[in-house]
């Protein structure tokens, strides 16, 4: 079996095609926005109260797909449920979807939902699907996706050793990395360049891969493009919904994303990685301050600069710290939404890394179920892990 890697087109490459232009047959499935805005209906008034936004096929499908699966009510939608629905809509951006039952009237609550995610004049790329219940109930999901750039068509599906053009174009984009994660676990990541033709020869293992096209902003990095292709195989059935939401245990939550880590590192064949209780309390904290703000972020401002920054003030600066977060509504969920990103999955399995430490909390909600809001430091000390100091006789 040849190895896992890419190869970068060397020399002049061509540019992106025009947005829209038809790359494959009409009969294969594309990964491509789908951009086709409703005149009537709910769809039509959407467009309305989210001027500048973009009504999506492919994200409308997907939102009809978890629809006809919330056969209990207060149904969570689950990270793998929203992968799988998204891939199989070939739809590539990083999608969101919000949840309301009420007696048929416009879902106004989902409309800020979006705008409180991305801002009021975000780009959005939207579709808004409804299901009505025997008792007259309608379901409503609202799927959302910040719009950042163009993506050029390619196949969702491909043969086993295709080469994939992978080409985007994001207005003021100068640092891009395009990160590919295979179906057994390795990443690669890889500079990428903004409006030029890549060759994307990753594709040895037959299974889902999932590719991300990150982009360096300040203070960070940002998901441009999120996308799955399919190697040999078709995409997966659609998830079942799991049911209500349940108050997760923060203590217990810790344990079991110790032992989900620890799965995970085995089965890629890496080494295990020693707990580091030293920075459990600033995991913790970091989790508290993001679970009170209500905000996923690696610092927050006027509250921290950060677990890493929190690390070096106090006592260890020779830390190299791999910091993923996530907000879930429980373990599983929360590991799974780290798992599904390539990038995240690169920090999980940080090979030169030797030490972890996990820090949870709840939000503090009355009116719906609090999430779980996760730290994950994966740890690498160039110049060893600190050892602690001997206390004289």
């Known amino acids: 079996m040849r190895p896992n890697w890419i190869l970068l087109a060397a020399g002049l490459a061509p540019a992106c095609l025009p947005h829209g232009h038809p790359r494959v047959g009409p009969e294969v499935v594309e990964v491509r926005y789908r951009w086709s805005p409703p005149t009537t209906g709910s769809g039509a008034r959407l467009l309305e109260v989210l001027p500048g936004s973009h009504w999506d096929q492919g994200l409308l499908a997907a939102a009809r797909e978890l629809a006809a699966g919330f056969d209990t009510p207060g149904s969570r939608i689950s990270p793998r ?17 919000a949840v309301i039952e009420n007696e048929g009237a416009f879902p106004d ?11 009021a004049k975000a780009a959005l790329d ?24 163009e993506i050029d068509p390619m196949p969702r599906d491909l043969g086993l050793d295709a080469v994939l053009p992978v080409c985007v174009d ?4 100068a640092d891009l990395s395009l990160v590919v994660a295979s179906p057994e676990g390795p990443v690669r990541s890889f500079p990428f360049a903004n409006r030029v033709t890549r060759q994307v020869d990753a594709f040895h293992v037959p299974g889902g891969h999932r590719l991300e096209v990150v982009e360096a902003v300040p203070g960070g990095a940002r998901v441009d493009f999120v996308f799955e292709v399919f190697v040999e195989v078709g995409p997966p059935p659609p998830e079942p919904l799991p049911g209500p939401a349940r108050t ?25 990685l020693v707990r580091f209780p030293a920075f459990e309390p600033l995991a913790r904290e970091h989790s508290a301050l993001m679970a009170a703000a209500g905000i996923v972020d690696h610092a927050l401002p006027s509250l921290t600069e950060g677990v890493a920054a929190r690390a070096r003030a106090a006592f260890h600066p020779g830390a190299r710290h791999h910091e993923d977060l996530a907000a879930a509504f429980s373990a599983e969920d929360a590991a799974d939404l780290v798992w599904l990103s390539p990038g995240h999955r690169a920090n999980l399995l940080c090979e030169p890394c030797t030490h972890v430490a996990i820090g949870t909390a709840l939000e503090p909600s009355t009116d719906a179920p609090p999430r779980l809001f996760v730290t994950w430091e994966i740890l ?4 060893g892990p600190p050892r602690p100091v001997a206390r004289p006789r």
Do not use: C, N, Q
């Not at 994001?170 to 984009?173: N, S, T």
């Open 248 to 272: 997760p245990d923060p203590t217990k939550a810790t344990e079991a994303l110790y032992r989900a880590l620890e799965e995970r590192r085995s089965t890629a064949r890496l080494p295990s």
């Open 380 to 383: 690498e000390f160039p110049e």
């Open 109 to 119: 609550p989902l409309v800020r939902s979006a705008k409180e995610a991305f801002g």
């Open 126 to 149: 939207v579709g808004l699907a409804s299901r009505v219940s025997s008792d007259g109930t309608t379901l409503w999901i609202l799927g959302f996706s910040p719009h950042y750039g």
């Open 170 to 173: 994001v207005p003021g984009a």
């Open 81 to 97: 449920a929203l992968a799988a629905a998204t891939a199989r809509a070939g739809f590539p951006g990083d999608a969101r979807f």
